[in-house]
Nanobody, 122 residues
Framework: VQLQASGGGLVQSGGSLRLSCVAS????????TGWFRQAPGKEREFVAA?????AYADSVQGRFTISRDSAKNTVYLQMDSLKPDDTAVYYC???????????????????WGQGTLVTVSS
């Protein structure tokens, strides 16, 4: 499985961006797919994931939406009401056989895309 992420950029606080992650080699419907992010000087952290239902970190709940398009084999992360604290490199990830309690853990995912930088200015 290969993942190609895109959609990052510079946006003002309160703005929106949509990240895309195109998968090849396996259908996204048969994978657990997630988004993680890493801010400068900080550890990578969970953002959102989709198994049978979406799951979100508390910090993005109500502002971000993860979705999948089986026809395009793509996973999206719609980010609204962006804050400067959302500035980070965002990574998409995928894996199979991930149990629900492990969805928040990066180590559970076997496949990673390259990062896409999101910068939110104040």
């Amino acid at each position: 499985v290969q993942l190609q992420a895109s959609g990052g950029g510079l946006v003002q606080s309160g703005g929106s961006l949509r990240l895309s992650c195109v998968a090849s080699g396996r259908s996204v419907i048969r994978l657990v797919t997630g988004w993680f992010r890493q801010a400068p000087g900080k550890e990578r952290e969970f953002v959102a994931a989709f198994k049978s239902n979406p799951a979100y970190a508390d910090s993005v709940q109500g502002r971000f939406t993860i979705s999948r398009d089986s026809a395009k084999n793509t996973v999206y992360l719609q980010m609204d009401s962006l804050k400067p604290d959302d500035t980070a490199v965002y990574y998409c990830a995928a894996g199979s056989g991930i149990i629900t309690s492990s969805m928040w853990t990066g180590a559970a995912y076997s496949y990673w895309g390259q990062g896409t930088l999101v910068t939110v200015s104040s």
